[in-house]
């Protein structure tokens, strides 16, 4: 109970987080159970519910260079893309072997915790602001390697994509 007292005090002295901005204070691993799943479908559909709220989610992450780190989900391309942040802790919650595969391959289905961010009007994240969300990243919780390659959603091979939960 007083572990409870403590959370709602924490919670209710924490600013909001505007639109648009991140607030000081980054991600950081959260207990499993505390964090709402949300389909990626879902948090495209509507993201200013999420904006600035921690979630799970799960997609389809890739990465072309240095300049494109995003996460899609086939089902619902026309919703758009969401630029990736990883938060400078996430390898405290992250496994390792998570870990790795995040760095050593371009196309990977993961599951993973964060913050989710809107942008405010006329700004972008990413390269050339061209993601109007992202998410910071603060725990891998699963990755599949789908490709060592860089494969965009339309060269992405059909029993991939029929694969993808997007959830």
């Known amino acids: 109970m007083k572990h409870l007292l403590q959370l709602i005090l924490l919670v209710s002295v924490m600013p909001p987080a505007s639109v648009g901005q991140e607030t000081a204070v980054q991600s950081r691993p959260i207990k499993a159970l505390a964090v709402p799943t949300v389909a990626f479908c879902d948090l495209l559909k509507n993201p200013q519910l999420y904006s600035g709220r921690v979630i799970r989610t799960s997609a389809i992450f ?44 371009n196309t990977v289905d993961v599951t993973l ?25 603060s725990c891998v919780e699963k990755a599949s390697v789908i490709s060592k390659y860089e494969l965009s959603p339309d060269h992405l091979p059909g029993k991939v994509r029929r694969r993808a939960t997007c959830k």
């Open 62 to 105: 890739r990465r072309g260079g240095e300049e494109i780190a995003e996460f899609y989900c086939p089902s619902c391309l026309e919703s758009g893309r969401v630029y990736l942040d990883i938060d400078e802790g996430y390898e405290t919650c992250t496994k390792p072997a998570n870990a790795e595969k995040i760095r050593s391959f």
């Open 113 to 137: 915790t964060g913050r989710f961010v809107v942008a405010g009007p006329g700004v972008g994240f990413g390269h050339l602001g061209q993601w109007r969300q992202k998410l910071i990243v």
